[in-house]
């Protein structure tokens, strides 16, 4: 667990209060109509601490341990998956740590609720210029962008530089990039994930960087792999979307009767049965998720380096978690019967939105095959650790 102390935001009255409205909103299509969260809830995000959670207090953030963070955003995203994903890329500092530390505060120092959004495949070829690149060309999945104070785009590397099969990625403002709202999906609807648009903008070398490079940062969350935070922060999204679901159900069947006059659902053996076994996946799938990440956590806290199956487990406990979540969610559907087929309907929405989240690469089977080869004593494929 964490050394680091922090304040407890999770229990606050002010993020119960924020879950509440951002439940309602949600369930009225708000998010999912326009493509994109409301402004005012990026807002109320910044109050609660999402986007400085990972700056250093140097700098004016909270310094948050992985755990911490991911809980936090596990209950943003009971109240709506969107919301949730869009907070997520709160783990943004994490990413540009491994601009030079120069840049990285120029970033930071003077806002700390600096909102970060990537668009980084696919990568694009960048003209090499005096002193920086000249970036041009679409990315696409920019998750957040409509709320973004700077924005990350990927560009091929460099001919003749080691970036180790990882991308490069080019930072700039917000304001050097179009966004073309094209975002239009089964789940995860209110993400605004639009394509990022940029035409000759000259970036220079120092706010580029290699995309999962260490970071020489000394804060320990800058010592955590960056890129199985960056898995983790997207599935713990799909583990509270499946928690809510497993709520609303127990909240539902004990009253629920079936049109046709049997019984209540609650009171039916079969889904007494479903429910439990789907609760004790769920609850045996999300525990392995932290556990791992405490694991990991731990030897970076006390001074030691992860190995690669300490870091391998993380990875696989994530794609494990995400795919149960998705199952558990559609058994609620199942049992909830034809009170879920409805669009705007908690089951409906449930299912749709841990769906999308299965279909990320970085859950995807490339890695239970990168897994495996750790296992066997193998080299996994650039990116997995």
């Not at 973004?148 to 970036?163: F, S």
């Not at 499946?242 to 039916?268: D, H, M, V, Y």
């Not at 791992?292 to 870091?311: K, L, S």
Request: proline share 6%.
């Amino acid at each position: 667990m964490s050394n680091i102390s922090v304040p407890d935001v999770d229990n606050s009255a002010a993020l119960a209060e924020l879950c509440k409205e951002i439940r309602e909103r949600a369930l009225t299509g708000e998010f999912d109509d326009q493509a994109y969260v409301s402004q005012d809830i990026i807002a109320r995000l910044k109050q609660l601490g999402v986007y400085r959670a990972f700056v250093p207090k140097r700098l004016g953030g909270d310094e948050r341990s992985p755990r911490e963070f991911c809980e936090l955003i596990e209950q943003l995203s009971k109240a709506d998956g969107s919301v949730g994903w869009v907070a997520s890329f709160g783990m943004g500092p994490t990413y540009l740590g491994s601009l030079p530390e120069a840049t990285f505060e120029k970033i930071f120092k003077t806002d700390p609720d600096t909102v970060f959004a990537g668009g980084i495949f696919p990568p694009q070829p960048a003209e090499i210029k005096d002193g920086g690149v000249e970036v041009r060309g679409r990315w696409k999945f920019s998750s957040g962008c409509m709320g973004a104070d700077v924005v990350g785009v990927g560009i091929t590397p460099q001919q003749g530089a080691d970036n180790k099969g990882l991308p490069k990625m080019a930072v700039m403002p917000a304001n050097k990039a179009r966004i073309e709202m094209c975002w239009d999906t089964v789940g995860l609807k209110g993400t605004g994930s639009h394509d990022l648009v940029v035409e000759n903008v000259i970036v220079p070398d120092d706010w580029t960087f290699v995309r999962g490079e260490p970071s020489q940062l000394p804060e320990p969350f800058f010592k955590y792999p960056s890129l199985s935070l960056a898995t983790q922060v997207l599935v713990v999204v799909g583990i509270g979307v499946a928690a809510a679901s497993l709520e609303e159900f127990a909240k539902l069947a004990p009253g629920k009767a079936s049109i046709t006059g049997g019984n209540e659902i609650a009171n039916r053996p079969v889904t007494q049965y479903e429910y439990a076994l789907a609760d004790a996946e769920f609850k045996s799938a999300r525990a392995w998720f932290y556990q791992a990440m405490d694991t990991v956590w731990n030897e970076i806290i006390n001074g030691r380096t992860p190995t690669r199956e300490q870091v391998s487990d993380m990875r696989l406990s994530s794609t494990h978690a995400a795919r149960v979540s998705a199952e558990v969610a559609r058994k609620m559907q199942l049992l909830a019967g034809m009170t879920a087929i409805y669009t705007n309907n908690i089951f409906a929405r449930c299912v749709n939105d841990t769906n999308v989240v299965t279909q990320h690469a970085f859950m995807g089977d490339a890695t239970l095959q990168n897994a495996g080869a750790i296992s066997f004593g193998l080299n996994p494929t650039p990116g997995f650790l």
